[in-house]
């Protein structure tokens, strides 16, 4: 099982990966609050031949299920070009938040929207690595915080090879229980692609996306250790920096 977590310093993800030890890490391709174009990474070369993994995430703005043009046509550009960006760091994914709509009246519009975005760039011959898209923590109109909701969204989806990111914060904060959830997820997508292992600051189905370390949130670490061990895909924590070594210590003991 190949752990890690998400690279604090863009600038060097791989000495940050060899330090903790980890056999994966997650990183960003451009200010995850921009809409900047991606550029080359100086240490492309020595990401790509590392034996380290590397998955992307995507921008924090992306709505690709928004009804709003002038949101949702720049998140699809960023995908495709931030999927580019992390093909030539030869990452495994690009992860993307599903996103969501302003109203009931437009979740259908939303859903519609992903298939769109695959459709559209399958006719310029497909993302340049995995799309995994990621279940999010709150909002009463997203695509993918509960889990009928991910259910129409693979309808819509699944035929174009999607992957999945199970976020385990993000399932409680969203009031989905993580006892079983596993087996849940994949009798919806067929799959997990990533898993971002965190707990939470919050109560189940606070909608709150608030990170916490292992020992320190309202999720059983043993809990999610066993989401670690039924899921078998690598798995990324995104827990706070100070915590993130006793973390990986936790899960390497439990996961023997």
């Not at 995850?32 to 034996?51: G, L, N, T």
């Not at 009928?148 to 993000?170: E, K, M, N, Y």
């Not at 969203?174 to 919050?202: A, Q």
Request: glycine share 10%.
């Amino acid at each position: 099982m190949r752990i890690g977590a998400h690279v604090r310093d863009e600038s060097d993800p791989i000495g940050f990966g060899e330090k903790l030890g980890a056999e994966v890490v997650q990183m960003f391709v451009v200010d995850p609050q921009s809409w900047d174009k991606p550029v080359p990474h100086p240490r492309a070369a020595e990401i790509v031949a590392s034996p380290i993994d590397v998955v992307v995430h995507s921008s924090y703005q992306i709505n690709v299920a928004s009804t709003n043009n002038r949101l949702r046509m720049p998140s699809r550009n960023a995908v495709a070009q931030q999927a580019a960006a992390a093909a030539e760091l030869g990452a495994f994914g690009l992860v993307v938040h599903g996103g969501h709509v302003r109203s009931d009246a437009e979740l259908a519009a939303g859903y519609e929207n992903w298939r769109k975005l695959f459709e559209r760039q399958q006719d310029k011959g497909g993302f340049a690595v995995p799309i995994l898209i990621e279940n999010t923590a709150g909002g009463n109109h997203a695509m993918a915080r509960y889990f009928d909701s991910i259910g129409r969204l693979w309808d819509q989806v699944g035929d174009f090879g999607a992957g999945f990111c199970l976020d385990t914060c993000h399932a409680w904060a969203g009031g989905e229980d993580l006892v079983g959830v596993v087996e849940r997820i994949k009798g919806i997508t067929g799959r997990i692609d990533l898993v971002h292992l965190n707990s939470s600051r919050d109560e189940f189905d606070s909608g709150a996306d608030r990170h916490a370390n292992l020992a320190d949130g309202t999720i059983d670490p043993q809990l999610l250790a066993e989401v670690c061990r039924t899921a078998d895909a690598p798995v990324i924590l995104e827990t706070p920096v100070d915590g993130v070594a006793a973390d990986l210590a936790y899960l390497r003991e439990h996961l023997g």
